[in-house]
């Protein structure tokens, strides 16, 4: 009976988890002691999105493209911890792709028959493997700075994919009498305007699988959109239920609509 309860709450215990992750993704990637204002004297540029609209669906190769910019520049401090390897079926690749793609890291799993913690290859089942232990070794290596998961970060940021996009491209000299913090980075779309992350993208940073020009802009775009799909795996369905609902209640107004002149045609 426990267990059935335990069972039941699970969901709900999920949906908390995911609630508290966005709330937590509201502190970002700030060294202590750093000056935090709402800085809204610049307005974050409007772009467009394959995804938006109501009939915008996700690019997989700019996904794809995405996660290699994950994968080769962004993994190395930032996790995506509520992404499972085998999600990524939904970016166009193969089930031997994705398993081939998790064997490439380790996790810890256990205990084993002598009761002690191993690693193994990472399953496809396993969710994407932070890159610190923890919080406070994810501090030590950033100057006291805690790097954000990213797994919700476009849906934990106002402006969303667009203010993503302007931060990863907004870094730039500071104005003539600004001082910045030690270690502080400027970005004139971060609020406050200092940011302890530094400059994450550069041209030709990586090099594409596809054959695209590797520019700092294009490599911003593709992570974003990478992780706009993060945050909202289930986009796509939710407009065609949607686009389908409409449709239906469009339909049964016109039934309705028919049904009422009948019964009623006789009425003077």
């Known amino acids: 009976m426990e267990g059935g309860k335990t069972m039941q709450f699970r969901p709900m215990l999920v949906r908390l988890r995911r609630a508290a992750a966005v709330a937590a993704l509201g502190f970002t990637f700030i060294a ?6 709402a800085g809204g004297d610049v307005a974050i540029p409007a772009q467009k999105w394959s995804f938006d609209g109501i009939f915008g669906t996700y690019d997989r190769a700019s996904m794809q493209r995405g996660l ?3 994968k080769e520049v962004c993994a190395a401090c930032h996790g995506l911890g509520y992404v499972a390897y085998r999600n990524l079926k939904d970016l166009g690749y193969s089930e031997a792709q994705v398993k081939a793609f998790a064997a490439q890291v380790e996790v810890t799993d256990g205990p084993n ?7 193994r290859p990472a399953r496809p089942s396993d969710r994407f493997v932070s890159p610190f232990a923890n919080d406070n070794a994810a501090r030590a290596a950033n100057n006291g700075a805690l790097p ?3 797994s919700l970060i476009v849906d934990a940021r106002p402006g969303g994919a667009d203010y993503l996009y302007a931060l990863l491209t907004g870094y730039a000299d500071p104005p003539a009498g600004t001082q910045l913090l030690a270690g502080m980075s400027y970005n004139k ?3 406050g305007n200092q940011i302890g992350m530094p400059k994450p993208v550069n041209d030709d940073q990586v090099a594409f699988a596809d054959g695209t020009k590797a520019t700092a802009e294009q490599m911003a775009r593709d992570v974003t959109h990478f992780l706009a799909w993060a945050s909202e795996p289930n986009l796509e369905e939710r407009k065609q239920i949607g686009v389908k609902v409409v449709l239906f ?6 039934f309705l609509y028919a049904a009422k002149r009948r019964v009623w045609a006789d009425v003077h």
């Open 32 to 37: 202590p002691g750093a000056a935090f204002a």
């Open 113 to 119: 028959d002598q009761g002690e913690m191993f690693k």
């Open 189 to 191: 779309y971060f609020p």
């Open 249 to 254: 209640l469009i339909l049964l107004t016109l």
């Open 68 to 70: 290699q910019v994950y």
């Open 148 to 150: 954000p998961d990213l």
